[in-house]
């Protein structure tokens, strides 16, 4: 099943990524989750993957037996989760928790061009799925940020497109 990750910064003032629209897609399943992150631009990528990943994880019943292919334009993030690149001090905890999914879910992180990211799309861009399968978006309120910094400053949302 793929996945698709951003982030991208909301802020007027490019040189100041403090307003960061974090985003995830799961075209098959319908699911389009949006919110914003206060931090810098590589943070947030890695806390838009780790909603990501809860979200796989919070919903067994519906990627259990699945190949999970999670993909992202950002190749700094993926990189890094994929080891191929250092990271820096301020980033190795998310890094650490991303590599903790990966031998928990056992999902893929690949590069793919920023034009084919589903998750930097509107939501009128996004395929309609009729969802019959019961989903848990109850983790995502809990802040994966908590710890690290400030937290989202808006509530999860569902859409079954």
């Given at each position: 099943?793929?996945?698709y990750?951003?982030?991208?910064s909301?802020?007027?003032?490019?040189?100041?990524?403090?307003r960061v629209l974090i985003?995830?897609?799961i075209?098959?399943?319908?699911?389009?989750?949006?919110t914003?992150?206060k931090?810098?631009?590589?943070?947030?990528?890695?806390?838009?993957?780790?909603?990501l990943?809860k979200f796989?994880e919070?919903?067994?019943?519906?990627f259990?037996?699945q190949?999970v292919?999670?993909?992202?334009?950002?190749p700094?993030?993926?990189y890094?989760?994929?080891q191929?690149?250092?990271?820096?001090?301020?980033?190795?905890k998310l890094q650490?928790?991303?590599?903790?999914y990966?031998?928990?879910?056992?999902y893929?992180?690949n590069?793919i061009?920023?034009?084919?990211?589903r998750?930097e799309?509107?939501?009128?861009?996004q395929?309609?799925?009729?969802?019959?399968?019961?989903?848990?978006?109850g983790e995502?309120?809990a802040?994966?940020?908590?710890?690290?910094?400030?937290?989202?400053?808006s509530k999860?949302?569902?859409?079954n497109?």
């Amino acid at each position: 099943m793929r996945c698709y990750f951003s982030a991208k910064s909301d802020s007027k003032d490019k040189s100041k990524n403090d307003r960061v629209l974090i985003s995830f897609v799961i075209p098959d399943l319908g699911v389009l989750f949006r919110t914003h992150y206060k931090g810098e631009l590589d943070e947030c990528s890695y806390i838009s993957l780790l909603k990501l990943l809860k979200f796989i994880e919070s919903n067994p019943r519906v990627f259990e037996g699945q190949k999970v292919q999670i993909l992202s334009h950002d190749p700094k993030i993926v990189y890094q989760v994929n080891q191929k690149t250092p990271i820096s001090e301020r980033l190795e905890k998310l890094q650490g928790l991303a590599l903790l999914y990966k031998e928990k879910l056992g999902y893929s992180l690949n590069w793919i061009p920023l034009n084919e990211n589903r998750a930097e799309k509107g939501v009128s861009d996004q395929r309609q799925v009729k969802n019959q399968i019961p989903l848990n978006f109850g983790e995502l309120d809990a802040s994966i940020k908590s710890g690290i910094g400030e937290g989202s400053n808006s509530k999860p949302t569902r859409s079954n497109l």
